[in-house]
């Protein structure tokens, strides 16, 4: 269930006048690319977005999905899905991969220009045969149309990963562009429920960028050094939201 909203938080802001490194999640820089408004509020002035209800089927079927590759991981072998997609490379063996998992802690990156700690919690690393890493991500969804990489909210999906990919390359790892998509999608064409949903699983392949991510986060201190509240994104629905709300209010 979502968490009761408590208002203005007071722990876990920014002081532009702190020596020590900021944490900064991989989630909270897309905030602030989505809305630098929103994510001023939420991580200098401590007012953050409601939460939302955990969505606990997809954790579930990401939490399997784990334990199913790490089997192959343990054998030093492809899965069966990456044989069927001709992707050559095996479940990735690290003693770090449990913490990279993590959402406490993550792959972590230390950003020296900007005294900011970057951090994200993947779901999976793949290697090849030259050691070249390749980031997974796990989704579930359950749709009667051919699953895509198209749509705005994929669109988070992908920096996402390309943001992944900028962590594991700033902790020194050599890092395919190409990542995988490994989807879920629970099918509905069953004739009943029968206490059992059934799943077709595909892989798809996003080749990314992280040209961007450095900018971002340079970006993203400049705004929290400011002391002017930031514009708000035409596009943010929380925003919209709240002037909608202020207008009816009067």
């Known amino acids: ?8 938080r007071i722990k876990n802001l920014f002081n532009p006048n702190a020596e020590e490194p900021f944490a900064l999640s ?13 994510f001023y509020m939420d991580r200098r002035l401590g007012v953050e977005k409601p939460s939302m209800p955990g969505f606990t089927l997809n954790i579930a079927v990401d939490a399997l999905l784990k334990k199913e590759f790490d089997i192959h991981r343990a054998k030093g072998e492809a899965h069966p899905l990456m044989k069927t997609y001709g992707i050559d490379a095996v479940p990735y063996r690290d003693e770090r991969l449990e913490e990279w998992r993590s959402n406490f802690k993550g792959i972590r990156a230390f950003h020296e220009p900007t005294n900011l700690l970057i951090s994200g919690a993947i779901d999976d690393v793949w290697v090849d045969p030259r050691g070249k890493l390749m980031i997974v991500d796990y989704k579930a969804t359950s749709t009667m149309a051919e699953v895509t990489l198209e749509g705005e909210y994929k669109e988070g999906y992908k920096r996402q990963m390309e943001i992944y990919q900028w962590l594991f390359r700033q902790n020194g790892f050599t890092v395919s562009d ?7 999608n629970g099918k509905k064409d069953r004739a009943a429920f029968d206490a059992r949903l059934e799943f077709d699983v595909q892989i798809i392949p996003y080749k990314g960028s992280d040209v961007w991510v450095e900018d971002a986060v340079v970006r993203a201190k400049d705004v ?3 002391d002017k509240l930031p514009e708000a994104s035409p596009t943010c629905e929380h925003c919209a939201y709240r002037g909608a709300a202020r207008a009816v209010e009067k």
Do not use: P
């Open 224 to 226: 929290l050094m400011s």
């Open 178 to 184: 190409t990542g995988y998509f490994v989807y879920a």
């Open 26 to 38: 991989r989630s909270k820089l897309d905030d602030f690319f989505r809305c630098e408004r929103c």
């Open 1 to 8: 269930m979502a968490k009761t909203f408590q208002g203005r």
